[in-house]
T-cell receptor, first 116, second 110 residues
Framework: KAGVTQTPRYLIKTRGQQVTLSCSPISGHRSVSWYQQTPGQGLQFLFEYFSETQRNKGNFPGRFSGRQFSNSRSEMNVSTLELGDSALYLC???????????????FGSGTRLTVV | TQLLEQSPQFLSIQEGENLTVYCNSSSVFSSLQWYRQEPGEGPVLLVTVVTGGEVKKLKRLTFQFGDARKDSSLHITAAQPGDTGLYLCAGLDSNYQLIWGAGTKLIIKP
């Protein structure tokens, strides 16, 4: 069974630009969650999608948005990039949404975003 | 704000030694998960504990969920260099939010 695929692996963007990150979950998984990981803040929850609906949202500004398609693939968009957005962005998939499952996540390898 | 505190934050020991990592909170969790993350990769799920007092073993790793479901521990016996990584715990709270600890960075020296 293929794992969670995130593209691209590495990205360098300039302050003020926007970026779109992609995540393909494990086949059959309908829940996709996005996290931001930085050395200082650890893992910070961005949002969770289940069957194309946003189920949960973390405490991030509106510049961070996401969506999920009918095939469960998800994209995350960050507009007007700031230096502080430099981080490892992780996507995680699960067969059920967080509230309905204690099965845990399968994470992708992440996208390392550097804003200069 | 709910917190899940992990201790120690950093641990460096010799191969063959034993160690315990702790995950503590004042909140009750319906379940708790442990992950290990290696540099440049995403976290990998090690175990999920659900029942208060539950103990799960994964080879040399022993996970315990506290009786009150507010804390958990991970004990590693005879640590090996391959155990090196960032260990994260995450608890599912009553609002169906997954609360993450900041992690314990573990280095096992050969």
């Amino acid at each position: 069974k293929a794992g969670v695929t995130q593209t691209p692996r590495y990205l360098i963007k300039t302050r003020g630009q926007q970026v779109t990150l992609s995540c393909s979950p494990i086949s059959g998984h309908r829940s996709v969650s996005w996290y931001q990981q930085t050395p200082g803040q650890g893992l910070q929850f961005l949002f969770e999608y289940f069957s194309e609906t946003q189920r949960n949202k973390g405490n991030f500004p509106g510049r961070f948005s996401g969506r999920q398609f009918s095939n469960s693939r998800s994209e995350m968009n960050v507009s007007t990039l700031e230096l502080g957005d430099s981080a490892l962005y992780l996507c995680a998939s699960s067969s059920k949404w967080t509230g309905g499952s204690s099965y845990g996540y399968t994470f992708g390898s992440g996208t390392r975003l550097t804003v200069v | 704000t709910q917190l899940l505190e992990q201790s120690p934050q950093f641990l460096s020991i010799q191969e063959g030694e034993n160690l315990t990592v702790y995950c503590n909170s004042s909140s009750v969790f319906s379940s708790l998960q442990w992950y290990r993350q290696e540099p440049g990769e995403g976290p990998v799920l090690l175990v999920t504990v659900v029942t208060g007092g539950e103990v799960k073993k994964l080879k040399r790793l022993t996970f315990q969920f506290g009786d009150a479901r507010k804390d958990s521990s991970l004990h590693i016996t005879a640590a090996q260099p391959g155990d090196t990584g960032l260990y994260l715990c995450a608890g599912l709270d009553s609002n169906y939010q997954l609360i993450w600890g900041a992690g314990t960075k573990l280095i096992i020296k050969p």
